[in-house]
Every structure is written in C-alpha cells, then in structure tokens.
T-cell receptor, first 116, second 112 residues
Framework: EAGVAQSPRYKIIEKRQSVAFWCNPISGHATLYWYQQILGQGPKLLIQ????????DSQLPKDRFSAERLKGVDSTLKIQPAKLEDSAVYLC??????????????FGPGTRLTVT | LAKTTQPISMDSYEGQEVNITCSHN???????ITWYQQFPSQGPRFIIQGYKTKVTNEVASLFIPADRKSSTLSLPRVSLSDTAVYYC?????????????FGDGTTLTVKP
C-alpha cells in the first residue's frame, strides 16, 4: 500500500513570497490533516478535512494560510505571504475514516520550509 | 480537553526496558490513549493504542491503571534505532485531532 505522498520535500523562499504544498493521502482515506511542526516542538494541527469538508481549522492563520481538498482526495496548503516564523516542517496525514483520534493517522515525510 | 504531560527527555542503554509515563488527569470516559513515535526527518508513526488495563503488540506494551489518569508506554530491550521522540495523545471517536494535540513529546536517547 502506498503511503502519504508530499511534495516538494524542501522549499526555500524569501519572506513575503508565496508557497504551496501538495499532499496525496492513502487511497480510501477520508480524513486528511495538515500539521505544522516547528523545530523542537510537536506537530500542531492546522486544518482537518473529512472528505472535502473542513472539520477543524481553528489553528489555521487564515490571513495568510489557505487549504483546499476539492475532490476529497489530494490537498494543497498555501502560504501567502510567508513570514520568517513560518519556517517549519509541514506534515500531511490521513486516516481511514472518522474524525476522532482513535483512528490511526498515517503521516507523509513532510515538506521542510525555510523562509529567509 | 484532556491535557497530557510527559517527561521532556529520557536516556537508556541498549537492551534495557524503557518506560515512558504520560499523565492525563482530565481524561474523559470515552477517551482512548494513543502513542506515536517520530524519527528525525520523518512524520510520526502510530505505535499503540489502548483504553484500559494492558495492551501489547509486536513493538510495545501500554499499561493503563484503573483510574486511567496516566499511562505507561513500555519498550522492551531497546536498541539504538529506538532513539526517537514519543508522543502521548488522548482523545475519542468524536475528538478531532485539534483537540488532542501532540504536545512536545519525550525524546528518548538510547546509548550503546
């Protein structure tokens, strides 16, 4: 079974530029998550989708971050404009069904973003 | 919202048993306890999940006392490759991921 795919793996941009990350979850997984992980900290949930609907985006900085999962499969996370404090690893995860934390999340390798 | 508390770091030696305890005093009746492992430059990976008493799989054991206010992840005979960050999460079927945060985890360092 193929895992969660993410691209790019690394990205370096200057502040105020825009960047987009792509995630393709495991086939059949209804729930998709985007996390931000700053060096030395645990992952912080940015947004959670159930199929193509948003379950939780309470920690998404909506003035600069946006995410979509139009067909309920792959997803894109965008930052516009980027700030220095956005430097982090952006992790995508998916789970088979449901929104509860009892469902095992499968994580992708992440995209390491450096904002200079 | 069940908050969890774990030690920041632990050291061990190869071949020893390691026990990492997580405190979750406000755990709700429907909450499960889930542990994830994260290696550098990788996403977290599910290790084990339990509700009460003891759960064992090929990787670890999870001990949960009757009051469920804490849990202990037990790794038998650790090796260097078990060096990683371990996260404890508490939540249930209706708890979305945002209300069951990873926290900063426990960094386990296994020495030769």
């Amino acid at each position: 079974e193929a895992g969660v795919a993410q691209s790019p793996r690394y990205k370096i941009i200057e502040k105020r530029q825009s960047v987009a990350f792509w995630c393709n979850p495991i086939s059949g997984h209804a729930t998709l998550y985007w996390y931000q992980q700053i060096l030395g900290q645990g992952p912080k949930l940015l947004i959670q989708f159930q199929n193509n609907g948003v379950v939780d985006d309470s920690q998404l900085p909506k003035d600069r971050f946006s995410a979509e999962r139009l067909k309920g499969v792959d997803s894109t996370l965008k930052i516009q404009p980027a700030k220095l404090e956005d430097s982090a690893v952006y992790l995508c995860a998916s789970s088979l069904a449901g929104t509860g934390t009892t469902y095992e999340q499968y994580f992708g390798p992440g995209t390491r973003l450096t904002v200079t | 919202l069940a908050k969890t508390t774990q030690p920041i770091s632990m050291d061990s030696y190869e071949g020893q048993e390691v026990n990492i305890t997580c405190s979750h005093n406000n755990i709700a009746t429907n909450d499960y306890i889930t542990w994830y492992q994260q290696f550098p430059s990788q996403g977290p990976r599910f290790i084990i999940q339990g509700y009460k008493t003891k759960v064992t799989n090929e990787v670890a054991s999870l001990f949960i006392p009757a009051d469920r206010k804490s849990s202990t992840l037990s790794l038998p005979r650790v090796s260097l490759s078990d060096t990683a960050v371990y996260y404890c999460l508490v939540g249930g079927i209706n708890t979305n991921a945002g209300k069951s945060t990873f926290g900063d985890g426990t960094t386990l360092t296994v020495k030769p």
